[in-house]
């Protein structure tokens, strides 16, 4: 009895005493190797198991999980130059040093950590535009902002500032306030319908506003001129010339 007991301590140390197996390198054909610690060198992914060096050919490697790796499945990389990737898996060291890693179903993709702006669980299209961080917000390009009223807006940049969703289109600019927004989708795609309201409207911007009033006190005028011809009290003579723009 003395003696199996001793022999399962002995065994538990020498357990004890093999290294971790912290790093996974998971190759194209499907096999993982578990290593101790794994690096660069040249064309290689060396790495050390049970004392020994061995290597295989970065070209081989689909990628590798340390233990100071961040993963994220299912996610979008949203980009400085304000592309995005979906990536069924990202992966992340902590000190950012390798960069990240998108890896698709058909291809992988390193990124330099320093364009990334953000990386978000899902699709782009579940992400909303006033949950999204600020950097993303900046680089959201053309959007269609949908109104509780029933309006629709297309503008070709959007940014929130404060309470207010400013959008900018070809020819003016709205402020739009946050409680008044619905929806806002990515794009200018025609399919875009809100499930309620009074139809596709367009709102009215300055400029817009600007015009119709010309438009009101011109046909005022008119109508006060042909009042007074129609009276016989006189020659008052209205004449109105439309500011040049």
């Known amino acids: 009895m003395r003696i199996a007991t001793v022999l399962m301590l002995s065994c538990c140390l020498a357990l004890l005493a093999i290294p971790a197996l912290s790093d996974e390198i998971h190759l194209k054909d499907g096999r993982v190797i578990k290593a101790r610690v794994s690096w660069k060198a040249g064309d290689l992914i060396k790495y050390e ?146 499930a309620h309201g009074t139809g596709e409207r367009r709102l009215i911007g300055r400029k817009e506003k600007l015009q119709r009033l010309e438009e009101d006190i011109e046909k005022m005028l008119q109508d006060e001129q042909k009042r007074l011809n129609n009276s016989g009290i006189g020659a008052i003579w209205v004449d109105y010339t439309k500011p040049k723009t």
């Open 49 to 194: 198991k049970f004392g020994a060096v061995m290597g295989v050919e970065k070209q081989q490697v689909k990628y590798i999980l340390t233990k100071y790796t961040q993963k994220y499945k299912d996610a979008t990389v949203y980009l400085e130059n304000g592309r995005d990737l979906f990536c069924k898996l990202i992966l992340q060291q902590r000190d950012n040093v390798s960069g990240i890693d998108c890896i698709g179903q058909e291809s992988n993709t390193s990124l330099n950590s320093e364009n990334v702006l953000a990386i978000l669980k899902g699709p782009k299209e579940s992400h909303k535009f006033l949950e999204l961080p600020e950097p993303v917000q900046q680089k959201w390009g053309p959007a269609t902002v949908y109104l509780h009223n029933g309006e629709v807006l297309k503008a070709k940049k959007i940014q929130k500032v404060g309470d207010t969703v400013v959008c900018m289109t070809f020819d003016d600019r709205f402020d739009v306030a946050v409680k008044d927004i619905k929806d806002i989708r990515r794009g200018h795609q025609g399919t875009h319908r809100l």
